[in-house]
């Protein structure tokens, strides 16, 4: 599938299609069963697993790929989605604390991008609500908001067609 306009509107079953299709996807680690996300844990699954069945598959956390700890504090973004942080208008903070961890977010985000131009990924399937792969929805402050976290929207602006680990 041709990477989509920038803001064309990509249905559920156009981005499974897609994913069916990809020779290379990028892949959130957690979603593989690696325990990188912010709590320590994975969100391994099945179904990720049998819809990467005979591809190549390039695994990335964006936010250990930029230097955060496993665990680590809990980040929203606050201000905007990750389009908004992206462009300067927004920050991805720790929840708790507040500190700001913006830099380490932008970072991860472009070595995701990075990745899949390297391996040729065409998409990138993504765990959803998460500040920096959620596809559709994350969080802004303590409310779920729609739009795309940080690597997301970083993957989208370039082309690659990010698809929910949700959408399977």
């Known amino acids: ?90 920050q991805a903070v720790e929840r708790e604390s507040g500190q700001d961890q913006t830099a380490a977010f932008r970072r991860g985000a472009e070595l995701a991008l990075e990745a899949a131009r390297r391996f040729g990924a065409t998409v990138a399937l993504l765990k959803e609500r998460s500040p920096s792969c959620g596809t559709q929805g994350t969080y802004v402050g303590e409310q779920l908001v729609q739009g795309r976290g940080v690597t997301a929207a970083r993957l989208h602006a370039a082309g690659i067609l990010t698809v929910s680990d949700e959408d399977l």
């Not at 069963?33 to 697993?49: I, M, P, T």
């Not at 598959?57 to 680590?72: D, S, Y």
């Not at 942080?85 to 927004?90: D, K």
Request: include cysteine; charged fraction near 25%.
């Open 1 to 90: 599938m041709p990477a989509q306009p920038r803001n064309a509107a990509v249905t559920r079953e156009e981005r499974r299609a897609a994913l069916r299709e990809a020779r290379v996807v990028l892949v959130s680690a957690c979603l593989l069963g690696q325990a990188c996300r912010y709590d320590g844990q994975s969100k391994g699954s099945d179904r990720v697993r049998q819809a990467l069945e005979g591809k190549e598959v390039v695994p990335l956390c964006p936010e250990t790929g930029a230097g955060l700890g496993t665990p680590r504090p809990a980040v929203v973004l606050r201000g905007g989605t990750g389009e908004a942080v992206l462009a300067g208008h927004a």
